[in-house]
């Protein structure tokens, strides 16, 4: 084989088993060559394979790990055997052999989860030093692959080859590698049983899923330690959640963060600020925040206004609160080369920017010119970072933070050259080595900038590059797509990626950011994007207005339609978000998560579940009336028509450009608002309940807290589960309530769908009360104490469903 550079490969691999040693969670396999293996349990479910080719191990160092985790205290015992070693957890298996060191993971039963092929090999890196750290694995049989980040490309990712090397991609395509973001965690799916490998290692990555050699499946890195986590499911939904939570997840957001935001490059000055403010009040378009791209700074300095453009932000920002509009501000991480400018002086006097292999400071051209970067691998420099926020967030008011260009992006030369200096916290490097997490670390110091000046209330902050673990820090957007039909069906992907990727937190530029949409594209995009956890209208600019009235009627009101939609939403999505952040469950869930038993659910990616009971599948093609989709096992009701379809099969769902195709699982409780312009227009929203009847057992979450602050740390929250059943003749819906807070409003309304039969009499905790049915769409309605215990439906539940 014929490297990169053109030159005969010469690879390497381990010898001879010589020595073992053991503690509670580890062992460590020393072979006759110096090559070595440490295998440690981080949980029953959790395996950590690394490498060395020295004997010696280098030093246990992760950016990428949630530094708030807690020790699973585990013990992993070890055997000898004949040819082997064999390892065991209370649930895993894993054997070593003695000869090469190769690798085998099986569960309790025997069954196979992961097999090396030639294992752990190396090749040295003729022209940098170090090693090409490589693995290789027998794919099983019908194996099927997920993850890695913001791929734009299908959902499976057999057959492909990728690499993560962090890129500003504008108007990338499908099929463009790599993208913005440096997620190495993927999954395989195989006998019903899924398993996950996060390769902790930041140099550039590469994955192959069976193109080079169609059996088997391979990672490897440019330099830096072979070294990573097995993730045991069985199910994809935990490995995701096992990933997660060994990454971080992220914070609760502030409530405002999941409303409609607006953006375009560039909204200045002042008075165009505003005009868009009283645009949406105007039109009772809900929105809560409102962005200012690169143009608002003076001369695209970070941490300073315009002033002729922006002369005092202070009260723009206090008069765009007061009709309920948060600022979110962009900051890059290129500071100009200018010295009669503070950021840069302190920069320099403090030796905060990276600097070349011989010793000058790192230049780089972007927006403002000539720039100097922080170099965000020292916390010094993070500390002092997260400091200059204290004008835009303390004193200024602007609630949010936009991280760009931050894979670093530079001008002509795409990133910085391979020689510039990071300090890797303690352990310096290259930027071969610090590329692929300078966005998240800059991400990480603005997070903890913007938290500390917005403290009590909740930070807010969005990323475009990012490593692995970078959703502890920020929400992401998927970069700079396109307005086609094209990037629509991409982004449904991406996003949906993503969250079985660690980052739930994600959304598209919604409409396209090169490029004008039409009416039909802007608004079947918004149809999706009301569904991503981050929806925001983003555009270029330089053409025409991408607000959600620009396309005149009857796409205005279809856009006012979709984003109130959104509102109504809102406790459902914040339950979602606080299932993610408090499980590690991803928000958006491509259909092979809903059932890992139906192998028809395997290559689909057009349908997606946001929560637990939601399914949606865009219409992603101009002119239709409706789309063929496949449903996932289980009953649902059509959100629009309540008419019930069974799973397990493809259906055809009419969806005119007024609907989307979206269901609701039978059995679900389905919790809405009242539309709102704003998140806290009403001081109390009330609760909607909508419940689906099912004759089949389904419990609903609800998680309510203050939606702003951290009160729900000292208690004040409320849990809600709401269990659904239906037996002899009754159908019942029982609550149960955890945590210290309060609801704030007295009752629910309480809406239910698809009743089977007439209902003769309501008990709520047991006494009759009254309810309404509406003859034409047999909806039953009534409010019940918000604490109630039991609703029984009497006479209702004969009907099969
Ligand atoms: O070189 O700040 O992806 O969202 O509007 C372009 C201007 C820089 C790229 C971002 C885009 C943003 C734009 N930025």
């Not at 993730?231 to 990933?243: A, M, N, R």
């Amino acid at each position: 084989m014929v490297n990169d550079l053109g030159a005969k490969r010469e690879e390497y691999f381990a010898g001879t088993i010589r020595h073992v040693e053991t503690t509670e969670n580890s062992a460590v396999f020393m072979c006759d060559n110096r090559v070595g293996l440490k295998v440690e349990a981080i949980s029953n479910h959790i395996l950590r394979f690394k490498y060395t080719t020295d004997g010696k191990f280098s030093r246990d160092f992760s950016y990428a790990l949630n530094p708030d985790r807690q020790p699973a205290g585990v013990k992993l015992k070890v055997k000898a055997l004949p040819d082997h070693f064999r390892i065991t957890t209370k649930d895993l298996i894993c054997t070593v052999s003695n000869q090469g060191l190769t690798t085998r993971i099986l569960d309790k039963s025997g069954t196979v989860l992961n097999e090396d092929e030639k294992g752990f090999h190396w090749e040295e890196h003729k022209k940098y030093g170090g090693d090409i750290v490589k693995m290789s694995k027998v794919i099983q049989p019908n194996e099927f692959f997920y993850g890695l980040g913001d791929k734009p490309d299908n959902m499976n990712l057999r057959d492909k080859r990728f690499q993560n090397w962090g890129s500003d991609t504008y108007g990338y395509k499908k099929g463009t590698d790599p993208l913005y973001k440096n997620i190495n965690f993927f999954m395989g799916l195989h006998r019903k049983q899924a398993y996950g490998i996060f390769f902790d290692n930041t140099f550039r990555t590469s994955f192959d899923f069976g193109k080079e050699r169609s059996t088997v499946s391979s990672f490897w890195a440019q330099g830096g330690t072979m070294e990573y986590y097995f993730i045991y499911g069985p199910s994809l939904t935990q490995v995701v959640e096992k990933y997660t939570t060994l990454t971080g997840p992220p914070e609760l957001p502030p409530l405002w963060a999941l409303g409609y935001h607006q953006c375009k490059w560039s909204y200045y000055p002042e008075s165009v600020v505003k005009n868009l403010a009283k645009g949406f009040r105007d039109r009772k378009i809900p929105c809560d925040a409102l962005y200012l791209d690169i143009d608002y700074m003076d001369g695209f300095r970070c941490f300073t206004w315009s002033p002729t453009h922006f002369p005092d932000p202070k009260r723009l920002v206090q008069e765009l609160k007061e009709d309920g509009f948060k600022m979110v501000v962009i900051i890059d991480p290129g500071i100009k080369v200018d010295h009669e400018y503070p950021v840069y002086q302190e920069g320099v006097e403090n030796d905060y920017f990276c600097r070349r292999a011989d010793g000058p400071l790192y230049k780089g051209t972007v927006w403002p010119g000539l720039c100097h970067f922080p170099d965000f691998t020292r916390e010094e420099v993070r500390t002092w970072w997260a400091g200059l926020f204290k004008g835009l967030i303390a004193e200024t008011g602007v609630k949010g933070v936009w991280n760009d260009m931050n894979e670093p992006a530079v001008f002509e030369i795409g990133t910085f050259p391979n020689d510039v200096r990071h300090d890797f916290d303690g352990e310096p490097g290259s930027h071969r080595k610090a590329h692929n997490i300078y966005g998240m670390q800059m991400a990480r110091a603005t997070y903890h900038g913007v938290k500390q000046f917005s403290y009590p209330d909740r930070p807010f902050t969005i990323t475009r590059s990012g490593y692995a673990g970078v959703q502890r820090y920020a929400s992401a957007w998927t970069g700079d797509n396109i307005a086609s039909w094209d990037h629509l069906w991409l982004a449904n992907i991406q996003c949906q990626r993503l969250s079985i990727s660690g980052m739930s937190f994600v959304g598209s530029d919604i409409g396209g950011f090169i490029e004008t949409p039409d009416g039909e594209l802007y608004i079947r995009w918004l149809q999706l994007g009301i569904f991503h956890p981050f929806c925001r209208t983003h555009s270029s600019g330089d053409h025409g207005d991408q607000e959600p009235w620009s396309f005149g009627e009857p796409y205005t009101s279809l856009a006012r339609k979709f984003i109130e939609l959104r509102y109504q939403l809102l406790p459902y999505l914040y339950t979602t978000f606080w299932q993610y952040t408090s499980r590690g469950t991803p928000m958006l869930r491509p259909l092979a998560l809903l059932d890992q038993n139906d192998p028809e659910c395997y290559h689909r990616m057009a349908e997606f579940s946001l929560g637990d009971n939601l399914v949606v599948c865009p219409i992603t093609q101009p002119g239709v009336e409706g789309r063929i989709m496949y449903l996932p096992q289980g009953h649902w009701y059509n959100f629009w028509t309540d008419e019930l379809a069974l799973g397990k099969r493809e259906i055809w769902v009419d969806a005119p450009l007024t609907k989307v195709p979206m269901f609701v699982k039978a059995g679900a409780v389905l919790p809405l608002y009242p539309v709102q312009q704003y998140v806290g227009e009403l001081a109390v929203p009330e609760v909607t309940l909508h419940v689906y009847y099912s004759q089949q057992t389904c419990v609903s979450e609800l998680y309510e807290d203050g939606g702003e602050g951290y009160g729900y740390a000292e208690g004040n929250f409320l849990n809600k589960t709401f269990q659904t059943s239906a037996e002899n003749g009754v159908f019942t819906v029982a609550q149960e309530r955890t945590g210290a807070g309060t609801d704030g409003y007295q009752n629910y309304n309480v809406i239910i769908h698809g009743l089977p039969a007439p209902t003769s009499s309501v008990l709520v905790d047991g006494q009759e009360i009254e309810w309404e049915v509406t003859a034409d769409t047999n909806l039953l309605s009534l409010k019940v104490p918000s604490d109630f215990k039991t609703l029984q439906l009497q006479g209702t539940a004969t009907g099969k469903k």
